[in-house]
């Protein structure tokens, strides 16, 4: 197929994978709003807010304090670093990338992206299929320290839902889009209602001191660990750039504001609320510690029943969408043969396999961090190479202007931070978050230099 004619096939779909979206298929901001409040209000909310006090016994206003202030991080990165690029070249990620590192270093990063991003997608399977346990006896439940599938029908459970979840990803962004709108003011509502029944329960109205834990926890995690990790646990779609594939179809830069729909009240707002929860049921057996044999749906039908097992699986639901969907967008630049829909099945089945195992959802804090500081240091060369190349004197979309399929000095500059961090965080325990900016900042510095020394070297 000649890329002509590929064109027209993607134009067909209305997907515009391998080419810059046009005027007539741009969206409004309300499409962007409802997505990212529907993304991030999401199942794995209802996880992460306890194991704040699970594995790090941070809370109160360090962490309040945190979250915001991560949370103001993120957007901003969205709206002034993802956002400008997205609305000017409107190309997906993986098709600007093959234009600059070349197709052979692209099935590279695609493997690692799509991976990682169904390994997320499916901890929000998981989420979604806790919720059966309270009325489905059949279906054993899992807590926070399970790992493996509990039984044969949890992993038919898991199944269904993955099945569910890929079917809305084939049909594309469109639909992505529709179901995060419609399903995100219900979701939050349950999220803030399940807080007024545990501050309730708990007699008191003063969230700060609820979430304090009691003065024999301690800390091992503070300020900033919460402030990198509530920056970055989505570094590989904003400063990573994986969200140059749907913020490409947004009108201007300015739909970047829209991922503080999915910030303030999915990653600060419903985090604290899931936090309740666990505080709750620490004050019930007598501390946090002891908490964590209880099943997460266990506690959210304790709060606010049915509704909010509802809401469980329907958060789970509209945040594994756009990430199947992206995952799916990663596999077809792998698979071009296989078009959108096969890719999207592909991606599908990977989530369903990672969603049977539990450990993935219940290591969440880490994982994030692993994934965005794996995929951000990309989004720091594709920056350089739009912002900076005519200035520093090397070409942009390097392997397009060189025929080359394999750009040497992307690979390296995404190669080197990336060891560097892995070497910190397996053997001297750094967290995660806390690498992503180094690595980022490296990347982007290291392919400027080496593009520099590479031109002066073939030039001489």
């Known amino acids: 197929m000649t890329e002509e004619q590929e064109n027209d096939a993607t134009s067909a779909g209305g997907e515009y994978e391998r080419e810059a979206v046009p005027a007539k298929a741009q969206k409004g901001h309300g499409a962007f709003w409802g997505m990212y409040a529907g993304e991030h209000t999401a199942g794995t ?6 194991l704040f006090l699970i594995n790090w016994g941070v809370g109160g206003m360090t962490l309040i304090l945190g979250l915001i202030l991560g949370n103001l991080a993120a957007v901003l990165s969205w709206r002034y670093i993802t956002a400008p690029i997205a609305t000017r070249a409107r190309f997906t990620l993986y098709h600007q990338l093959e234009k600059i590192t070349g197709r052979s270093l692209v099935n590279i990063y695609n493997i690692a992206n799509g991976v990682l991003f169904c390994f997320l997608a499916g901890s929000m399977i998981t989420v979604s299929a806790t919720a059966f346990g309270p009325f489905m006896k059949s279906v ?16 038919v459970l898991v199944v269904l839902i993955g099945v ?13 889009a529709r179901v995060g709108k419609i399903a995100a003011p219900w979701m939050f509502l349950i999220f803030l209602s399940s807080a007024f029944v545990i501050l309730g329960k708990l007699d008191t109205t003063d969230v700060v001191a609820a979430l304090t834990p009691a003065k024999d926890v301690v800390a091992t995690k503070g ?3 919460v402030f990198f990790f509530a920056w970055f646990c989505n570094a590989a779609m904003h400063v990573g750039m994986a969200d140059l594939s749907v913020l490409r179809f947004a009108k201007n830069s300015n739909a970047g504001w829209a991922s503080s729909s999915g910030m303030f009240l999915g990653h600060c707002v419903a985090w604290l609320c899931a936090a309740l929860l666990l505080v709750y049921w620490g004050k019930q057996m007598g501390s946090n510690e002891l908490a964590k044999s209880v099943s997460l749906g266990t506690m959210v039908n304790d709060a606010v029943g049915i509704p909010g097992l509802i809401c469980v699986v329907i958060a789970g639901w509209t945040t594994a969408n756009p990430t199947l969907y992206r995952a799916g967008l990663a596999f077809q630049g792998l698979f071009p043969s296989l078009g959108r829909v096969g890719a999207t099945v592909l991606a599908g089945t990977l989530c369903i396999i990672a ?3 539990p450990k993935f959802a219940m290591t969440l804090l880490d ?7 794996i995929l951000a240091p990309v989004g720091a060369i ?3 190479d739009f912002w900076l190349s005519k200035r520093c004197g090397f070409p942009g979309f390097w392997a397009e202007k060189t025929g080359s399929s394999f750009n040497v000095v992307a690979f390296t500059s995404w190669l080197l931070p990336v060891a560097v961090g892995a070497y910190f965080y397996k ?7 806390y690498m992503t900016l180094p690595v980022w900042i490296s990347a982007g510095l290291l392919y400027v230099i080496l593009a520099k020394c590479f031109l002066k070297t073939s030039q001489s």
């Not at 994982?367 to 500081?373: D, L, S």
């Open 367 to 373: 994982f994030v961090g692993i994934y965005g500081t």
């Open 223 to 225: 300020f900033w660990a």
């Open 164 to 176: 569910a979840m890929t079917f809305v990803a084939m049909k594309g962004y469109g639909l992505v």
């Open 140 to 155: 054993e439940e899992v807590n926070f320290t399970t790992s493996m599938p509990p039984n044969l029908t949890w992993c």
């Open 45 to 50: 909310e209802f996880l992460i807010g306890p």
């Open 382 to 384: 594709l920056f350089v």
């Open 427 to 433: 053997v001297q325990g750094v967290f995660p978050s």
């Open 355 to 357: 969603g049977l195992f």
